[in-house]
C-alpha cells in the first residue's frame, strides 16, 4: 500500500471542509511505520523539498494517501515569501514521525481546546493501529521509527474516539469540556500503562542477575529451575483461561482471588512485548508429538568439526561402509527418522505460522478505510510485482502477532487448525485460505493511475470504521469464525427486532450458545434468550423452552448445570409474572437433563421458593408442575419427607387452579416414587388419615372442613396408585399374559381420571396388560379368596375400617363433609369393582348398620343410623352401580331408615342428607319418590309424617312433570288423612311448589289447598298450622310470583297479625308474633304495590306492633322503624307522582315555545343582520 505523505499544508479546518469526502487513511499493517515526512528539512516548504513540475507542485494527502496535486500559484506564493509562517500540520507531522508521541497527544489537546481540530492528530489518535504493540521484528526500509520505537498499546486502554460515538455522526461536535475530559482520560491511562511496562522492564532485568543460578542448575539436573515470575504469570493466565473455556467457573473465581495482583482479563498484562502462546490444550496435545530417539547412547570422547552436522556424517559412514552390522544400520535408519519427525512438526509449525499471518493480512485489508480502492491497488501491485506478496508473508513470518484483541477472526481460524483436525482438513483449509488470498479481478485496458483510481472509488460512500462496517466487511471463512460473528453481532441485533418477532431469533441464538468456544459470550447470549422478550405469552415461552431443551440435550448435563441454571436463578424474582413462569417451566423441562444432586437440591429448592414467595397464581400453579416432574427423576430417598411437606403445602393454595394442577400433576408422580420406595399403603396414606382423625375431636361444629377437604382430595387422588398396587403385587401378576384375544376394557370400568397421570392404564403400562390383570383380579375375588395378597387385604382389613370409623364421627349436618367422604367411597368402590365392593366393603357397612326386623324397635342399636354412615353409604356405595339390583337394594335401604327413624323419633338429620345427596342428581328423583310413596302409604302416621318433611327437600330441581304426576297427588293424598300432623307436614312442601313451578294450573291446585288450611274452621285451634304457614309465607315469599304474593301471602298474614291481637294464650301470642317478624323482615325487602302496602303491609305491621310493644321491646323499636320506613315510600311514590304530572305538563309548555321559536326562525331569510336582530333587547 502506498504511504502517506504527512506534510499537508492546510493548517485550518476550512480548508479541510471544502474536502468533503477525502480522508487521512492512516491503518496500516503491522509492518508499516508511523506516518512521517520524506527525508529533509522537516520545516522546509515543499517547494524546496520537491522541485516543481508543470502540474505537480506540492504533495497533499489523498483519502488512500497518494499525492493530489495543488495550484502553482500558491506553492511560488508559499516559496516567494521570506518569512513562511509553518504550519500547525507540518508540526504535528514532524512530532509523529519522531515519536513524540505525549508531545502530540498534548498539542491535538491544545488545538481541541482552542477549537482548531487538525485532521492530521484527530485521524492519527483515533486509529487503533497505530498503537498496535509491535514484535521484535525490524521495520521495513520505507518505515521511519524514531529512537524508542513503535508505541506500545495497552488492551484494556480505549481509543482517543473511542469513548466519543458521535464524532463522525450528524449531531455534530461534541463541546470542548467533553473532549478535554475525554483527552485527560485517555493521558491518565496510558501514564499508568508505562509504569506497568517500566516495572516489567525492571523485573526482567533483575531476571538476569540470576543467570548465576541457572548454570548452577543446570550443573545439578536433579535440582528444579525455580519459575521465573513472568513464567508464573504466563501459566497462570492460561490456567485461568482454561478454566473458565471448561465451565469451571467458580474455581476460575477462586484462583483470581489468590491472584489478585494479576489482569486475567487483559494479557498484556504478563508482560511486556510476549506473544501469548496457545492455550493449555493445544499445549498438552502438542508436547508429545516429536517421537523420541531410541538410540543405544554411551559416553565417549571425540574430536568433531563445528561445520560437520550429525546428519551429514551418519550419511558419509553409511555411503562410505555399505557393509555396515545390523545394529549400525538400525540406529542410522532411528537416526534419520528422528530428524524427519523434527523437520515434520517444524514444517508443520512453520505452516499453521503461515496460515495465520495470512488471516491477518486478510483482516487488515478488510479493515482499511476504503476497501474496494486498497483492494485494487493491492491487485495491482501483485499484477507489475508477483513477488511482492511472498515478500511480505516471508517478512512477517518472523514477527508473530502481539496483541491478542487484534483479529477476532484471525485467532478463530488459527485456534481451530490448532484443535486436532485431521491433515486432510488442515490442508483443505489451507488451499481455501489461499485462494481466497490469491483472488484476481479482471483489470481494464486503461492507463489511469492507481493514485487516480483510488480517488475516483473514493466517491463510492462506504464505511468500514465503525463496528458495523467492520463485520459487513469481514467475511468469515469458517465455522467458527462463522460462531465468533453471531456472537459479536447478536447482541446488537436483538434489542432492534419486534417484540413480536423475536422468537424467530431464538434458533440462531441457541446454536451460537452451543458452538460459540468463549464461555462469557456464551452466557451473554444465554442472558439474552430469557431476555429476548419482555413478557413472553404463552406461545413464545414454549418456544423458548423447546430451545432450552434442545440446547441441553445437545451440550449434556454438565453445561446445562454451569450455563442454564444461573439464568433460571436470575430470574426467580423478576417483576414480570411470565418472565418468573418461564423459570418455572424450564425448571421441569431440564430436569431431565440436569445432574441427579441438582435436580433433589437446586432445583428443588428454587421451586419450593418460588411456591413459598410469588404471588401470581400461575406461576405457583407451573411449579408445582415443575415439581411433579422433579418428583418424577428424583431418586434420593432422604427427599421423601421434603415431598410431602410440598404436597401438603401445595394443596393448601388458596388458587383453584394451582389445587388442580396438585392433582394432575404432583400426586401422581408423588405416588409413583412412594410406590417404588413401599411408603404408598406404610407411611403416605396412613399419614393422611391421622390427620383427618386429628380433625375430628376439636367438636361436631368446630370441624375444618377446608382441612378436610385438602386431606381427602389428596386421599382420592390416591385411589388409582393404590388400586395399581394391588394388581401388581397380587399373587396371580406372574400369570398375567398379554393375547390376541385379550378383551377391551368397557370404558365405564373406572371413573374419569383428572388427568392421564391418574390412568390406572398408564401406571400400569398399556391397556392391554391392564385388561389381563383385571380379568385375573376377578376371578380371584370371586372364586380363589385373597390369602396371601397382602396389599388387597391391608385396604381391607385396614384402610376401610378406619374409614367406617372416621365417617361415622363427623357431623351429619355438615352438607360439605358428606359429600366429599360420598365421593371419596364412590370413586374407591368403583375402582375396586363389583365384585370387592359386594364382598368386602357392603358387609362392612351393613354389619354396622344392622338394619334387621329385630332391630328395628331396639333403641340400642339405632344411634349409628343418625350418623353421617347412612347418607355415605346410601349415596357413596349403593349407588355406584346403577343396575336394576343395585336400585333395589338402595331403595329398600332407604326405606328401611326411614321407617326406622320414624318409629324410633330419632332425629332425621341422616335421612335428609340421604335426600339431598340423592336429590341433586335427576337420575335419582323418579327412586326417592318410590322411597316416599312407600312413606306415604305407610300406615304409621310417624311415617307419613316423615315422608311428607321429605318432600320439601326433594322438590327442589325436581321437574315440573314429574312434581305433577306424582309429588303433588302424593302430598294431596296426605293432606286427605285424618293425622293433623301429617297435613301440617305437608305445608313445607306445598310452599316449595309455589316458589319454584310455574304452571298456573298446579299453583292454582295448591293455592287452594292452602286456602283449605287457612280458612277452613277446622283449623282455625291449630296453632302449630298457623306457625307452620307462617315460616313457610316467610320463606317462599320473596322467592314467589308477585301476585301470588300480593293476592295471597300478604292479605293471609295481615289476617293472622290481626287474629294475633286478641289471641288469649300469651304464649302462642307470642309464637306467632315472632314468626310474623321474621315473615315481614323477609317480606320488606320486596318490591310491593303502593295498594298492597296501605291495605295490607303497613295494617299487618301495625297489629304486630301492637303485639310486640306488650310482649317483646326489643322487637317494638325495629318494627317502628320498619313502619316509618314504608310510610316514607308512600309518601314519596305520591310526591313523584305529582312531579311526574308536573314534569309533563312543562314538557309540553316547552314543545309549545319550541315550535314558536323554529317557526319565527324559519321566516326570516339568510341575512346575519335579520338573525342578530332576532336576540336584540325590545325598547
Known amino acids: 500500500m502506498a504511504s502517506v505523505n504527512p506534510f499537508n499544508l492546510s493548517d485550518s479546518e476550512e480548508e479541510a471542509e471544502r474536502r468533503p469526502n477525502e480522508s487521512v487513511d492512516t491503518q496500516r499493517s503491522p509492518s508499516q511505520g508511523a506516518p512521517g515526512p520524506p527525508p529533509g528539512n522537516p520545516f522546509s516548504s ?28 500558491a506553492t511560488s506564493a508559499m516559496a516567494g515569501s521570506t518569512e513562511a509562517r509553518v504550519s500547525v500540520d507540518l508540526i504535528a507531522a514532524q512530532l509523529l514521525r519522531d515519536q513524540f508521541i505525549l508531545t502530540a497527544l498534548e498539542f491535538h489537546t491544545e488545538l481541541l481546546e482552542a477549537g482548531r481540530e487538525l485532521p492530521r492528530l484527530r485521524d492519527y489518535f483515533s486509529n487503533p493501529g497505530n498503537f498496535e504493540r509491535q514484535g521484535g521484528t525490524p521495520p521495513a526500509k520505507d518505515q521511519v521509527l524514531g529512537p524508542g520505537g513503535p508505541l506500545n498499546r ?73 519459575i521465573r515470575q513472568l513464567e508464573k504469570r504466563a501459566l497462570n493466565f492460561l490456567v485461568n483461561e482454561y478454566l473458565l473455556k471448561n465451565g469451571y467457573k467458580l474455581s476460575s473465581i477462586t484462583f483470581s482471588d489468590e491472584n489478585d495482583d494479576q489482569d486475567f482479563e487483559l494479557w498484556d498484562d504478563v508482560g511486556l512485548n510476549i506473544p501469548k502462546p496457545p492455550g493449555l490444550l493445544h499445549l498438552y496435545r502438542n508436547c508429545g508429538n516429536v517421537p523420541p530417539s531410541q538410540r543405544n547412547m554411551v559416553d565417549v570422547s571425540v574430536a568433531v568439526d563445528a561445520s560437520e552436522l550429525l546428519g551429514n556424517c ?69 499484477s507489475s510485482h508477483p513477488s511482492s506478496s511472498s515478500n511480505i508473508i516471508t517478512s512477517s513470518t518472523d514477527s508473530p502477532s502481539v496483541d491478542n484483541s487484534q483479529t477476532l477472526e484471525g485467532r478463530g481460524v488459527s485456534e481451530a487448525g490448532n484443535g486436532g483436525d485431521p491433515p486432510s482438513k488442515q490442508k483443505a483449509s489451507q488451499l481455501q485460505s489461499c485462494n481466497k488470498t490469491h483472488v484476481h479481478f479482471d483489470q481494464p485496458n486503461r492507463k489511469l493511475s492507481p493514485a487516480f483510481q483510488q480517488a475516483l472509488l473514493s466517491f463510492c460512500r462506504m464505511c468500514s470504521d465503525s463496528r458495523l462496517g467492520a463485520e459487513v466487511s469481514r467475511i468469515a471463512d469458517s465455522e467458527e469464525s462463522v460462531m465468533l460473528m453471531l456472537g459479536r453481532c447478536l447482541p446488537h441485533i436483538v434489542p432492534n427486532v419486534l417484540l413480536a418477532k423475536r422468537e424467530e431469533l431464538i434458533p440462531l441464538i441457541l446454536c451460537t450458545a452451543c458452538l460459540h468456544p468463549e464461555p462469557k459470550e456464551r452466557d451473554q447470549l444465554l442472558h439474552i434468550l430469557f431476555n429476548l422478550i419482555k413478557r413472553p405469552d404463552d406461545e413464545q415461552r414454549q418456544m423458548i423452552l423447546t430451545g432450552c431443551v434442545a440446547f441441553a440435550r445437545h451440550v449434556g448435563p454438565t453445561r446445562v448445570e454451569a450455563e442454564l441454571l444461573p439464568q433460571c436463578w436470575e430470574q426467580i424474582n423478576h417483576k414480570y409474572p411470565e418472565r418468573r413462569l418461564l423459570v418455572a417451566e424450564s425448571c421441569g423441562a431440564l430436569a431431565p437433563y440436569l445432574p441427579k444432586e441438582i435436580r433433589s437440591s437446586l432445583v428443588l429448592s428454587m421451586l419450593q421458593q418460588m411456591l413459598a414467595e410469588d404471588k401470581a397464581d400461575m406461576v405457583r400453579e407451573a411449579v408445582v408442575k415443575s415439581l411433579g416432574i422433579i418428583m418424577g427423576y428424583i431418586d434420593d430417598a432422604d427427599k421423601y419427607p421434603q415431598g410431602f411437606e410440598l404436597m401438603l403445602l401445595s394443596l393448601g393454595d388458596p388458587s383453584e387452579r394451582v389445587v388442580n394442577a396438585v392433582h394432575q400433576v404432583f400426586i401422581p408422580a408423588f405416588s409413583a416414587w412412594s410406590t417404588e420406595l413401599g411408603n404408598l399403603h ?70 374419569r381420571p383428572a388427568s392421564p397421570l391418574q390412568d390406572i392404564a398408564t401406571i400400569i403400562g398399556s391397556r392391554e396388560v391392564l385388561s389381563v390383570l383385571l380379568q385375573l383380579y376377578d376371578h380371584q375375588l370371586e372364586l380363589e379368596g385373597t390369602t396371601g395378597w397382602d396389599s388387597l387385604l391391608w385396604v381391607v382389613n385396614q384402610l376401610l375400617p378406619q374409614l367406617i370409623e372416621i365417617v361415622g364421627r363427623i357431623n351429619v349436618t355438615s352438607s360439605t363433609c358428606v359429600h366429599e367422604f360420598s365421593r371419596f367411597f364412590w370413586r374407591l368402590c368403583r375402582t375396586f369393582g363389583k365384585i370387592f365392593t359386594n364382598t368386602k366393603v357392603k358387609p362392612q357397612f351393613q354389619e354396622i348398620l344392622r338394619l334387621s326386623e329385630e332391630n328395628v324397635d331396639a333403641s340400642a342399636g ?11 353409604y346410601a349415596t357413596g356405595v349403593l349407588t355406584c352401580y346403577n343396575q336394576e339390583e343395585d336400585r333395589k337394594l338402595l331403595v329398600g335401604f332407604l326405606e328401611d331408615v326411614m321407617t326406622t327413624l320414624s318409629l324410633s323419633h330419632a332425629p332425621l338429620d341422616s335421612l335428609k342428607a340421604s335426600f339431598v345427596e340423592l336429590g341433586a342428581n335427576p337420575a335419582y328423583h323418579e327412586l326417592l319418590l318410590t322411597v316416599l310413596w312407600y312413606g306415604v302409604v305407610h300406615t304409621s302416621a310417624l311415617v307419613r309424617c316423615t315422608a311428607a318433611r321429605m318432600f320439601e327437600l326433594v322438590l327442589r330441581g325436581m321437574s315440573e312433570a314429574l312434581i305433577d304426576r306424582r309429588a303433588a297427588p302424593a302430598l294431596i293424598t296426605l293432606c286427605s288423612g285424618p293425622e293433623f300432623s ?45 306457625i307452620e304457614i307462617i315460616r313457610t309465607f316467610g320463606r317462599v315469599g320473596p322467592n314467589a310470583e308477585p301476585r301470588f304474593r300480593d293476592e295471597f301471602v300478604l292479605p293471609h298474614l295481615h289476617k293472622l297479625a290481626l287474629a294475633n291481637n286478641s289471641h288469649a294464650v300469651e304464649s302462642k301470642r307470642i309464637d306467632i308474633a315472632t314468626q310474623l317478624f321474621e315473615a315481614y323482615s323477609a317480606l320488606s325487602c320486596c318490591f310491593i304495590s303502593e295498594e298492597v302496602m296501605v291495605n295490607h303491609f303497613l295494617p299487618g305491621l301495625r ?18 322503624s320498619m313502619i316509618k320506613e314504608c310510610e316514607i315510600k308512600v309518601e314519596n311514590r305520591g310526591m313523584s307522582d305529582a312531579q311526574g304530572s308536573i314534569s309533563i305538563a312543562s314538557s309540553l309548555v316547552g314543545e309549545d315555545a319550541k315550535t314558536k321559536f323554529l317557526s319565527k326562525m324559519g321566516q326570516l331569510t339568510t341575512s346575519g343582520a335579520m338573525l342578530a336582530n332576532v336576540f336584540q333587547r325590545k325598547k
Open 1103 to 1120: 297489629c304486630l306492633h301492637a303485639d310486640m310493644e306488650q310482649l317483646s321491646p326489643e322487637h317494638e323499636v325495629i318494627l317502628s
Open 314 to 382: 551418519v550419511a558419509s559412514e553409511s555411503s562410505k561402509k555399505p557393509g555396515l552390522s545390523q545394529q549400525q544400520q538400525t540406529e542410522v535408519v532411528q537416526e534419520l527418522e528422528y530428524q524427519l519427525g523434527l523437520l515434520s512438526s517444524e514444517k508443520q509449525s512453520l505452516a499453521d505460522q503461515i496460515k495465520k499471518l495470512q488471516s491477518e493480512i486478510q483482516t487488515l485489508k478488510r479493515t482499511v478505510s476504503s476497501p474496494p480502492p486498497a483492494t485494487l491497488d493491492l491487485s495491482s501491485q501483485n
Open 682 to 751: 406404610v407411611a403416605l396414606i396412613p399419614s393422611l388419615l391421622t390427620r383427618i382423625e386429628k380433625l375430628l375431636p376439636q367438636g361436631e361444629h368446630g370441624l375444618d372442613e377446608h382441612k378436610l377437604h385438602i386431606f381427602l382430595s389428596a386421599l382420592q387422588s390416591l385411589i388409582p396408585p393404590l388400586f395399581a398396587l394391588v394388581l401388581q403385587n397380587a399373587p396371580f401378576t406372574s400369570r398375567a399374559a398379554v393375547h390376541a384375544d385379550t378383551p377391551a376394557i368397557e370404558v365405564t370400568r373406572f371413573p
Open 154 to 226: 495497552a488492551g484494556s486502554i480505549s481509543t482517543l474516539d473511542s469513548l466519543d460515538f458521535a464524532r463522525y455522526s450528524d449531531d455534530g461536535n461534541r463541546e470542548s469540556d467533553e473532549r478535554v475530559a475525554v483527552l485527560e482520560f485517555e493521558l491518565r491511562k496510558a501514564k499508568e500503562t508505562i509504569q506497568a511496562l517500566r516495572a516489567n522492564l525492571t523485573q526482567a532485568a533483575e531476571s538476569d542477575v540470576l543467570s548465576q543460578e541457572r548454570k548452577n542448575l543446570k550443573s545439578c539436573p536433579e535440582i528444579q529451575e525455580p
Open 982 to 1026: 301429617v297435613r301440617i307436614s305437608t305445608i313445607p312442601a306445598f310452599g316449595t311448589i309455589m316458589e319454584t313451578v310455574t304452571q298456573k294450573e298446579l299453583q292454582e291446585r295448591v293455592k287452594m289447598q292452602l286456602a283449605s288450611f287457612l280458612e277452613d274452621p277446622q283449623y282455625q285451634d291449630q296453632h302449630s298450622l298457623h
Open 862 to 872: 339405632n344411634g349409628i343410623l343418625t350418623k353421617a354412615t347412612v347418607p355415605i
Open 46 to 73: 515543499p517547494a524546496e523539498a520537491e522541485p516543481p513540475t508543470p502540474l505537480l507542485s506540492s504533495n497533499r494527502t489523498s483519502p488512500n494517501g497518494e499525492g493530489i496535486s495543488v495550484s502553482a500559484p
